[in-house]
């Protein structure tokens, strides 16, 4: 549409494209503005501030989307709720933006607001923007800024010029003790590449920051390859070091995975920086990429993106369309959770009834779930899109799966001729359950994963999180043996719960009495009980024991309870010891 058709449009239509083109450009600004200040609490050690800022940014969102909601109503009257107006704003809207970098979050913005109006069931492509064959990466071409360090050999001058280059350079304990442990590590970490040796370091001009750490995040380049390079650095009371060094794709894919909290890191262009970090780790999806940078509605556009296109493709053995199946695993009392086998997503729905000895509410889980959202996940709990109003033909369900559906999910969904409308639903990767890994896998990889439980466990416990039910059933297993916590209806925080010893019979009745002979309240937890209820063969048990019996003993949790009381809580490293420049660095 060029401007002589523009004048054709609608005032209404003209006026209500420059609003909402208006609306997403402050809250745009805003949301910059929240992640510029994670710098300042970083050297400040203001870190309280830090999460606070973190979830101001995730509710910023939909208070735009309501402000500019509501300007509309103001302005256009009647008109904001009429369709032919909205087709006139999609086009006067498309012509507006048409110059600006990032379209794609522009146009996620404004079909969330004809969401809002509309109550939208599916795609309406009269007033969305719909472009499922598009790749919204496909056409940035402004390179992201980057800083080039070529060192010669010297990588401890290198380092140097690296570190004096931040921002923040006369913070650091000692700078160059830093570039030399730096410099150390590296020699160490490259010897196995061709002639030994890294050549360059192309570095991000923009600073991750995530709880208490500052990544400095790049690429890597040898004679015949390059890779990911991160240094983490932390703020201590003696000042700035240098904390770890990582060059290895694996490593940098779980600092950056779907189970860790979201960096405030402020890109000019999102766009561009997703081009430059999907080279660093090519296996990580678009969306969980704007979901790591905060653009989490964008992230759910990505995500239902490629999902619908891969359903509209998908096929099983005989040709025919593949149907959407229960997933893997036992049967939820809490979530019917379905899946289409081919794609690694799961669709999990709150039933409209929960079976005993379940005595939570639907308000309840989807609080645990918000608790989820903007809470510290520790890497140990899966990051699950909320969903709403999707569409599908009815014809792609197995029969049983979608009699469960619309007969024990009858406050999620509805039957709208030949589809099925999920008016709600959490949409999350999927993985292996652990009580089928334990099963499955070789005796080695099990042993692995059952000793990583435990450390999950532990790294939920240091975040304050009590995941509730610890049966295997409730986590998962990643592709690098992580477990990975997904049931969140029991959860809570650790301080909320009251941890006891198991009370000793006073008489033969009650040693000898089936169930608990004493009483208990809802937040009563007996970590001496755990170990009876896992499912574990002996080995398994011994060996989860022997790494982490102390999460089976009530002073463990009292201690935890008490430093968080206090305001001191543990350290917890987001990366494997071994990565780290010196044992005990940190804050």
Known sequence: MNADNLQQVPWQSRTGA???????????????????RAEQHFVNRDFAAQSRDLNARIELYDASVADIST???????????????????????????????????????????TRRFFKTRGVAPAIEFVALDIEPTDRITHPVARLVYHPNGDWQRGFEKLLADTPFARHFTDLEACANRLAEALAQRVQHWPNGAARAIELLQTRFYRERRCYLMGRLFGDDRFGPIVIALTNSDAGIEADALIVDREDFSQLVGFTRSYFLA??????????????????????????????????????????????????DDTGAPELFRHADGERGMVMAVFTLHSYPLVFKLIRDQFAPPKNVTREEVAAKYQLVFKHDRAGRLIDAQEFRFLRFPLARFHQPLLDELVQGCAQSVY??????????????????????????????????????????????????IFPGDLLLKNFGVTRHSRAIFYDYDEICLVTECRFRRMPEPSDHDEEMHHGAWYHVDDFDVFPEQFPRFLGLTDAQREALIAAHGDIFTVPFWLDLQNRFRKGLPPEMTPYPERLRLRSGAGL
């Open 266 to 315: 402020d890109f000019e262009t999102v766009g561009d920086a997703i081009v430059f970090l999907q080279t660093l780790a090519p296996r990580k999806p678009v969306d969980e990429w704007y979901a790591m940078l905060g653009r989490l509605k964008q992230a759910k556009t990505e995500r239902y993106r490629h999902f619908v296109r891969h359903f509209d493709q998908a096929r």
């Open 18 to 36: 420059t609003l909402i083109v208006d609306g997403f450009k402050r809250y745009n600004r805003e949301f910059r503005r929240i992640t510029q």
């Open 415 to 464: 039957v709208d001729g030949d589809d099925l409308v999920i008016m709600h639903c959490y949409v999350e990767r999927k993985l292996r359950p652990l009580n089928l890994f334990v099963k499955e896998a070789p005796t080695e990889l099990v042993h692995k994963a059952v000793v990583d439980y435990g450390q999950a466990i532990k790294d939920l416990a240091i975040s304050n």
């Open 71 to 113: 300007t509309l109503i103001e302005i256009l009257g009647e008109a904001a709720s009429r369709r032919d107006i909205w087709e006139g704003i999609k086009a006067a809207y498309a012509e507006l933006i048409q110059s600006e970098l990032d379209q794609e979050l522009y146009k996620t913005f404004y079909n969330t607001l």
